[in-house]
C-alpha cells in the first residue's frame, strides 16, 4: 500500500507558475504509476498527466501540453508537477494517485489516492 500526499497548491495570477509535489510512503514507490487528477467546482474529475514506473513513459491532457511538466525523484518518493503559463481555468484541486500497473487515464483505474491541494488562478 502506499499513502500520498500532496503540497504546492496556491493562488496564483494567470501566467504565473507553481509546483505541486505529491509525496508517497513506501519503499515501492518505483513500482508505481503515478498520474495527476484535477476537478474544478462541478465538474467531474479530469486527467492531467500519467508517467510510467520508471519514468520513461508520459502522457499529458491536450489542455496542459506544453504548459505542464511532471517529473519525479524515485529515490525521494516524490512526483512533482510544474504547472507554467497558468489559466483561469486550471483552477481546480489537484489530486495524484497511483496504482501498480501500466499507465492509464482513467479515475478507476488507480488504488491510491492523496487528499488534493487547490490551485486557483485568478484572471
Known amino acids: 500500500q502506499v499513502q500520498l500526499v500532496e503540497s504546492g497548491g496556491g493562488l496564483v495570477q494567470a501566467g504565473g507558475s507553481l509546483r505541486l509535489s505529491c509525496a508517497a510512503s513506501?519503499?515501492?514507490?518505483?513500482?508505481?504509476?503515478m498520474v495527476w487528477f484535477r476537478q474544478a467546482p462541478g465538474k467531474e474529475r479530469e486527467f492531467v498527466v500519467v508517467?510510467?514506473?520508471?519514468?520513461?513513459?508520459?502522457y499529458y491532457a491536450d489542455s496542459v501540453k506544453g504548459r505542464f511538466t511532471v517529473s519525479r525523484d524515485n529515490a525521494k518518493n516524490t512526483v512533482y508537477l510544474q504547472m507554467n503559463s497558468l489559466k483561469p481555468e486550471d483552477t481546480a484541486v489537484y489530486y495524484c494517485?497511483?496504482?501498480?500497473?501500466?499507465?492509464?487515464?482513467?479515475?478507476?483505474?488507480?488504488?491510491?489516492w492523496g487528499q488534493g491541494t487547490q490551485v486557483t488562478v485568478s484572471s
Open positions: 494517485a497511483a496504482r501498480n500497473g501500466p499507465m492509464g487515464t482513467g479515475v478507476l483505474l488507480y488504488d491510491y
Open positions: 513506501g519503499r515501492t514507490f518505483s513500482s508505481y504509476t
Open positions: 508517467m510510467s514506473r520508471n519514468g520513461g513513459g508520459i
